[in-house]
């Protein structure tokens, strides 16, 4: 199997979510763009938010290699943060 | 033996609180009870003369120097091994005592080469020294009687020569092998007269257990254990207190030279860190800082594919500031960055983060802690308040169980496992959490009560399975948690649960449920529990989360703020801690501060000038993904080889060729040069004043012993690049940093370099409230006000082993080489350790028909390398392990994107791996 990359920042930014997926839904969305604000370039954040508008090209494949389970090969807890960050 | 000699009072000291009253020639004393007679002498200032006996080592009563006579006693007692006992009244000189003196000394010298003019050690010899105390005129038995002048030298060691005929088997080497070192390698072997050390079982140094750290050259009283360099240059004639420059124990040495001319490098017996001892590299691995290789002038080239052009440095620092300005004109202010580097200094390592936040005005400033132990500063600050370890190294001392998670210490750092293992053999129990069998499971005199063998990357299934039973059986340290910390009930509540238990984990973590409760029921009850870990934590997808995971165990069992406990990082790096400190993180400012922290950013702004931006810059990682992607074009390189150490290095190498301006500056033309346009050289610690701070949040200070070798300070070079980039900043001298440092950091605000100059060294936190440092932190409370429990569920690696990649592979350092080896492959370490080798199972080598000394391929999903295959049953099957000390093998070529999820710390220590024996070419 070649090995398929896996965008950086979503890479990134599900595994984190990974590491808050214990806490309430609500509380881990919070935490994780808390995370992403304190840790994280701007320039990154940029991309990430729009690699979540563009619906994360090339999500087929990835999503096995990274674990999450969103639509787009976000995790679900990922997506909420965003919101949050907008 | 040392050309300065620090005092030595024979026996060691014996602190406690009882004391007893005697008098040494007529002097009165009072020492601690148990104090040896020579050692009250020596502190009543009566030197007593002496061969067999040092302070670093238990009296041994053989050599007979050291009679006295007592009142009221019958004949002449040895003073090293008789204890003061009150009211005792000593005579040193006396008739009766000078004469058995003089009668050993001429037994002694009837059996001893005459050659002291020739001798290396000639003006620096106890033996030479004592014939001249005893007042030794004659020799009544003659020199031709049966005797060992012919005895055959090894010089087998790369550093040291062993001269058995300048032996007088005063047993001191074997017994600092043993007392100092914990080695055993030396023994004497035969009786009488027929006597002699040997190494091993009659073996070669080389070819014995023997480690190189040199303690039997140091107790060495004659010439017979010499270093080679003495031997070839002569005795030095001049002496530098300095610090070493390789690991996080930070050794204090003794810098030996002739004029300008290294002779040895010495360990210096107040060093706080190593108290005399040191290890193969800090003690003899300096010939780097003279190598051939050195780069000594600066360079410049357009294209990474022109050659390099020797400038000066007027042109060579006005090329990085033009092309830097340029860059940001086209790019952007967030265009640029900087990596500084865990070996400079402290100062070194702050004027770098200033010139990325004040100059470049963004804070794309990381440092190589970022790929080692930035989730230790994570970890601790979230649970602890502090991003640093709780104690000092002394505190092994008392420690009852020592649990060590990650590490592997004797190879890592040598001169704390000594100190460890001490502690072992005294009767602590050890705990070792990792999946090979490293040294300390089972060495001379040690054995790990439990060695929990844990698949790699389960650490957190089993810090929280041990928590589990900590919880679950009552063996919460309840007072603790309740008077000291928060967030314990949720926490409990999570490892409680029943898949956390041991029995839950053990498919996952390997580690069989009943050795894992036994294990954490001994580190629970014991009255004092320490953790010291390793990279083995940090370097994985969940290093920061084991670090808070060890953090809650420590508080759920008390076993924080006091001597013996706590939560211990070994650093990789001297300087790891300090770097993290001065504010090399592009989240934080020096004394780890958030950027956002409007108040902290109004003190840096005021003394500096102009605004500190409030956002994060780019880690390490992200400034490699950002070249890729063309927003981040210019980089300055200062002291690090991130086309050798970090990992998936295509991607850091396709990363490096996308800038337009790569600056290195280091003592050589490193890996990373390759993809360079300005090279600028480095000077060597030795050409260096200045500071590192150790694992132990001991600030030592670092004394230049020879001129800057390419004419600049490394703080002076970079203070004139942001001069350049018109941004003044100017020092007289690093001390002048220093102050700076204190000015605007809280936990610096009392170091100074005359504060250090005076008490040896300083442990930080350093303030008004401590005013000569901290040894132990969260004494009374932790830094945070309360600890805090976090809850660690445990998240599985996106690195899975598959059909195609079935093995994994966790990579490391070894005893003789450090780091990325551009220093260690420089020096005459190389005997030990010439190329990496890849450990692997029998089984696993079996299934693949490789045999030992195979050259097998290694490939993971990302890249292949070539090395040797070394069959070792230290392994467990399905896991395999190499070193990344030299370019040529490029381990991290296999590595991975994959990294800690807090602070992309890489996960070294996971690569899903297919071991294969290569196909042999003719001719090979």
Same mark, same amino acid.
């Given at each position: 199997?070649?090995?398929?990359?896996?965008?950086?920042?979503?890479?990134?930014?599900?595994?984190?979510?990974?590491?808050?997926?214990?806490?309430?839904?609500?509380?881990?969305?919070?935490?994780?763009?808390?995370? *992403?604000?304190?840790?994280?370039?701007?320039?990154?954040?940029?991309?990430? *938010?729009?690699?979540?508008?563009?619906?994360?090209?090339?999500?087929?494949?990835?999503?096995?290699?990274?674990?999450?389970?969103?639509?787009?090969?976000?995790?679900? *807890?990922?997506?909420?943060?965003?919101?949050?960050?907008? | 033996?040392?050309?300065?000699?620090?005092?030595?009072?024979?026996?060691?000291?014996?602190?406690?609180?009882?004391?007893?009253?005697?008098?040494?020639?007529?002097?009165?004393?009072?020492?601690?009870?148990?104090?040896?007679?020579?050692?009250?002498?020596?502190?009543?200032?009566?030197?007593?003369?002496?061969?067999?006996?040092?302070?670093?080592?238990? =009296?041994?009563?053989?050599?007979?120097?050291?009679?006295?006579?007592?009142?009221?006693?019958?004949?002449?007692?040895?003073?090293?091994? /008789?204890?003061?006992?009150?009211?005792?009244?000593?005579?040193?000189?006396?008739?009766?005592?000078?004469?058995?003196?003089?009668?050993?000394?001429?037994?002694?010298?009837?059996?001893?080469?005459?050659?002291?003019?020739?001798?290396?050690?000639?003006?620096?010899?106890?033996?030479?020294?004592?014939?001249?105390?005893?007042?030794?005129?004659?020799?009544?038995?003659?020199?031709?009687?049966?005797?060992?002048?012919?005895?055959?030298?090894?010089?087998?060691?790369?550093?040291?020569?062993?001269?058995?005929?300048?032996?007088?088997?005063?047993?001191?080497?074997?017994?600092?092998?043993?007392?100092?070192?914990?080695?055993?390698?030396?023994?004497?072997?035969?009786?009488?007269?027929?006597?002699?050390?040997?190494?091993?079982?009659?073996?070669?140094?080389?070819?014995?257990?023997?480690?190189?750290?040199?303690?039997?050259?140091?107790?060495?009283?004659?010439?017979?254990?010499?270093?080679?360099?003495?031997?070839?240059?002569?005795?030095?004639?001049?002496?530098?207190?300095?610090?070493?420059?390789?690991?996080?124990?930070?050794?204090?040495?003794?810098?030996?030279?002739?004029?300008?001319?290294?002779?040895?490098?010495?360990?210096?017996?107040?060093?706080?860190?190593?108290?005399?001892?040191?290890?193969?590299?800090?003690?003899?691995? %300096?010939?780097?800082?003279?190598?051939?290789?050195?780069?000594?002038?600066?360079?410049?080239?357009?294209?990474?594919?022109?050659?390099?052009?020797?400038?000066?440095?007027?042109?060579?620092?006005?090329?990085?500031?033009?092309?830097?300005?340029?860059?940001?004109?086209?790019?952007?202010?967030?265009?640029?960055?900087?990596?500084?580097?865990?070996?400079?200094?402290?100062?070194?390592?702050?004027?770098?983060?200033?010139?990325?936040?004040?100059?470049?005005?963004?804070?794309?400033?990381?440092?190589?802690?970022?790929?080692?132990?930035?989730?230790?500063?994570?970890?601790?600050?979230?649970?602890?308040?502090?991003?640093?370890?709780?104690?000092?190294?002394?505190?092994?001392?008392?420690?009852?169980?020592?649990?060590?998670?990650?590490?592997?210490?004797?190879?890592?750092?040598?001169?704390?496992?000594?100190?460890?293992?001490?502690?072992?053999?005294?009767?602590?129990?050890?705990?070792?959490?990792?999946?090979?069998?490293?040294?300390?499971?089972?060495?001379?005199?040690?054995?790990?009560?439990?060695?929990?063998?844990?698949?790699?990357?389960?650490?957190?299934?089993?810090?929280?399975?041990?928590?589990?039973?900590?919880?679950?059986?009552?063996?919460?340290?309840?007072?603790?948690?309740?008077?000291?910390?928060?967030?314990?009930?949720?926490?409990?509540?999570?490892?409680?649960?029943?898949?956390?238990?041991?029995?839950?984990?053990?498919?996952?973590?390997?580690?069989?449920?009943?050795?894992?409760?036994?294990?954490?029921?001994?580190?629970?009850?014991?009255?004092?529990?320490?953790?010291?870990?390793?990279?083995?934590?940090?370097?994985?997808?969940?290093?920061?989360?084991?670090?808070?995971?060890?953090?809650?165990?420590?508080?759920?069992?008390?076993?924080?703020?006091?001597?013996?406990?706590?939560?211990?990082?070994?650093?990789?790096?001297?300087?790891?801690?300090?770097?993290?400190?001065?504010?090399?993180?592009?989240?934080?400012?020096?004394?780890?501060?958030?950027?956002?922290?409007?108040?902290?950013?109004?003190?840096?702004?005021?003394?500096?000038?102009?605004?500190?931006?409030?956002?994060?810059?780019?880690?390490?990682?992200?400034?490699?993904?950002?070249?890729?992607?063309?927003?981040?074009?210019?980089?300055?390189?200062?002291?690090?080889?991130?086309?050798?150490?970090?990992?998936?290095?295509?991607?850091?190498?396709?990363?490096?060729?996308?800038?337009?301006?790569?600056?290195?500056?280091?003592?050589?033309?490193?890996?990373? =040069?390759?993809?360079?346009?300005? %090279?600028?050289?480095?000077?060597?610690?030795?050409?260096?004043?200045?500071?590192?701070?150790?694992?132990?949040?001991?600030?030592?200070?670092?004394?230049?012993?020879?001129?800057?070798?390419?004419?600049?300070?490394?703080?002076?070079?970079?203070?004139?690049?942001?001069?350049?980039?018109?941004?003044?900043?100017?020092?007289?001298?690093?001390?002048?940093?220093?102050?700076?440092?204190?000015?605007?950091?809280?936990?610096?605000?009392?170091?100074?370099?005359?504060?250090?100059?005076?008490?040896?060294?300083?442990?930080?936190?350093?303030?008004?409230?401590?005013?000569?440092?901290?040894?132990?932190?969260?004494?009374?409370?932790?830094?945070?006000?309360?600890?805090?429990?976090?809850?660690?569920?445990?998240?599985?690696?996106?690195?899975?082993? /598959?059909?195609?990649?079935?093995?994994?592979?966790?990579?490391?350092?070894?005893?003789?080489?450090?780091?990325?080896?551009?220093?260690?492959?420089?020096?005459?370490?190389?005997?030990?350790?010439?190329?990496?080798?890849?450990?692997?199972?029998?089984?696993? =080598?079996?299934?693949?028909?490789?045999?030992?000394?195979?050259?097998?391929?290694?490939?993971?999903?990302?890249?292949?390398?070539?090395?040797?295959?070394?069959?070792?049953?230290?392994?467990?099957?399905?896991?395999?392990?190499?070193?990344?000390?030299?370019?040529?093998?490029?381990?991290?070529?296999?590595?991975?994107?994959?990294?800690?999820?807090?602070?992309?710390?890489?996960?070294?220590?996971?690569?899903?791996?297919?071991?294969?024996? =290569?196909?042999?070419?003719?001719?090979?």
């Amino acid at each position: 199997m070649a090995h398929t990359a896996v965008p950086a920042e979503r890479r990134m930014a599900n595994d984190i979510a990974k590491h808050h997926a214990h806490l309430p839904a609500d509380l881990a969305a919070e935490a994780i763009a808390g995370h *992403l604000t304190r840790f994280w370039d701007p320039r990154m954040r940029e991309r990430l *938010l729009a690699s979540v508008d563009d619906g994360a090209d090339g999500a087929d494949g990835a999503d096995g290699a990274d674990g999450a389970g969103g639509a787009d090969g976000f995790d679900p *807890l990922v997506l909420a943060a965003v919101k949050l960050m907008r | 033996m040392t050309l300065l000699k620090e005092p030595d009072f024979g026996t060691p000291e014996r602190p406690g609180p009882a004391t007893v009253s005697v008098e040494i020639d007529g002097m009165p004393v009072t020492v601690p009870e148990g104090t040896s007679v020579m050692r009250a002498a020596a502190e009543a200032g009566v030197d007593i003369p002496k061969l067999c006996a040092t302070d670093s080592l238990d =009296a041994f009563g053989s050599c007979r120097l050291c009679v006295v006579e007592i009142d009221g006693r019958r004949g002449t007692p040895a003073s090293c091994t /008789t204890p003061c006992s009150e009211g005792m009244s000593v005579r040193t000189q006396t008739p009766k005592v000078e004469k058995l003196r003089q009668g050993v000394m001429e037994l002694y010298i009837s059996d001893h080469p005459l050659d002291c003019l020739t001798c290396p050690a000639n003006g620096d010899c106890e033996l030479q020294d004592m014939a001249g105390v005893v007042g030794l005129r004659q020799v009544r038995y003659g020199y031709e009687g049966e005797n060992h002048l012919d005895a055959e030298k090894d010089t087998s060691n790369p550093y040291f020569d062993f001269d058995p005929s300048k032996c007088i088997a005063c047993s001191r080497c074997v017994r600092a092998c043993g007392e100092v070192q914990g080695t055993f390698a030396l023994t004497i072997e035969g009786r009488g007269f027929e006597s002699k050390v040997a190494a091993g079982a009659g073996e070669s140094f080389m070819d014995s257990e023997c480690v190189s750290c040199g303690a039997c050259v140091q107790a060495c009283p004659t010439s017979t254990l010499q270093e080679r360099s003495v031997v070839d240059l002569g005795m030095p004639t001049r002496s530098v207190v300095t610090t070493c420059a390789y690991c996080g124990v930070g050794c204090s040495f003794k810098a030996e030279l002739r004029g300008d001319e290294l002779v040895r490098m010495v360990p210096y017996k107040d060093g706080g860190a190593n108290e005399g001892h040191s290890c193969v590299k800090g003690r003899f691995a %300096f010939g780097y800082a003279t190598h051939p290789d050195r780069q000594l002038k600066p360079m410049v080239r357009e294209s990474i594919t022109d050659p390099w052009r020797e400038v000066e440095w007027d042109e060579a620092i006005g090329t990085v500031a033009r092309r830097m300005r340029e860059i940001q004109d086209r790019h952007g202010k967030g265009s640029i960055g900087a990596i500084s580097s865990s070996r400079c200094t402290n100062e070194e390592v702050y004027v770098v983060q200033k010139m990325v936040r004040a100059a470049f005005g963004n804070n794309n400033v990381d440092t190589c802690a970022r790929v080692c132990h930035s989730p230790t500063g994570y970890g601790l600050k979230q649970t602890f308040g502090e991003s640093a370890g709780t104690q000092d190294f002394r505190s092994v001392a008392e420690a009852d169980v020592i649990m060590v998670i990650g590490a592997n210490p004797t190879d890592g750092h040598p001169v704390f496992a000594s100190r460890m293992k001490r502690r072992l053999r005294e009767g602590a129990r050890l705990i070792v959490v990792d999946p090979r069998r490293i040294d300390l499971v089972r060495s001379p005199h040690i054995e790990a009560s439990h060695h929990l063998q844990l698949r790699p990357s389960t650490n957190v299934a089993v810090v929280n399975a041990m928590a589990h039973v900590v919880v679950t059986e009552g063996l919460v340290d309840k007072g603790f948690v309740a008077q000291r910390c928060e967030g314990y009930e949720d926490w409990a509540e999570f490892v409680a649960r029943p898949e956390n238990s041991p029995e839950a984990t053990e498919e996952v973590t390997g580690v069989p449920a009943a050795e894992l409760r036994a294990a954490a029921r001994l580190y629970a009850s014991a009255p004092n529990g320490a953790i010291y870990y390793g990279l083995g934590v940090t370097e994985h997808s969940q290093g920061s989360t084991m670090v808070m995971g060890m953090a809650n165990l420590a508080m759920a069992c008390g076993n924080i703020g006091r001597d013996g406990v706590g939560v211990n990082p070994l650093r990789g790096q001297n300087n790891v801690q300090g770097s993290c400190d001065m504010g090399s993180f592009p989240h934080e400012l020096p004394g780890y501060r958030h950027v956002s922290d409007d108040a902290v950013r109004g003190v840096f702004e005021e003394l500096w000038g102009g605004t500190i931006l409030a956002e994060p810059g780019l880690r390490i990682p992200n400034m490699f993904d950002a070249a890729i992607d063309g927003t981040f074009r210019g980089l300055f390189v200062h002291g690090e080889d991130i086309a050798q150490s970090d990992p998936n290095l295509k991607h850091v190498t396709a990363a490096l060729e996308a800038m337009e301006l790569v600056v290195v500056q280091d003592l050589f033309l490193n890996e990373t =040069a390759k993809f360079a346009h300005v %090279f600028l050289p480095g000077a060597s610690f030795l050409e260096k004043d200045g500071t590192f701070t150790n694992a132990e949040r001991r600030i030592n200070l670092v004394r230049q012993v020879m001129a800057p070798k390419a004419g600049k300070h490394e703080w002076q070079i970079v203070c004139e690049i942001a001069t350049a980039m018109g941004y003044p900043m100017a020092y007289d001298h690093p001390s002048q940093i220093m102050d700076e440092i204190a000015q605007v950091t809280p936990t610096f605000e009392g170091v100074s370099f005359d504060l250090i100059d005076k008490l040896g060294s300083v442990q930080w936190p350093c303030n008004e409230e401590a005013p000569e440092g901290t040894p132990t932190m969260h004494v009374d409370e932790f830094t945070r006000g309360k600890g805090r429990f976090v809850v660690t569920s445990y998240v599985p690696t996106n690195e899975r082993s /598959t059909r195609r990649y079935p093995l994994v592979l966790t990579t490391g350092r070894i005893l003789s080489q450090y780091n990325v080896g551009a220093q260690t492959r420089r020096t005459g370490n190389v005997a030990w350790h010439p190329e990496d080798i890849l450990e692997l199972h029998p089984h696993d =080598a079996e299934e693949r028909g490789i045999t030992d000394g195979d050259t097998v391929t290694l490939a993971s999903r990302v890249g292949t390398t070539t090395l040797k295959a070394q069959i070792s049953d230290r392994m467990p099957t399905g896991v395999v392990y190499t070193t990344f000390h030299h370019p040529v093998t490029g381990a991290n070529v296999v590595t991975t994107e994959n990294s800690d999820w807090a602070t992309n710390c890489p996960e070294y220590k996971v690569t899903a791996v297919q071991v294969r024996r =290569a196909r042999v070419t003719a001719g090979d």
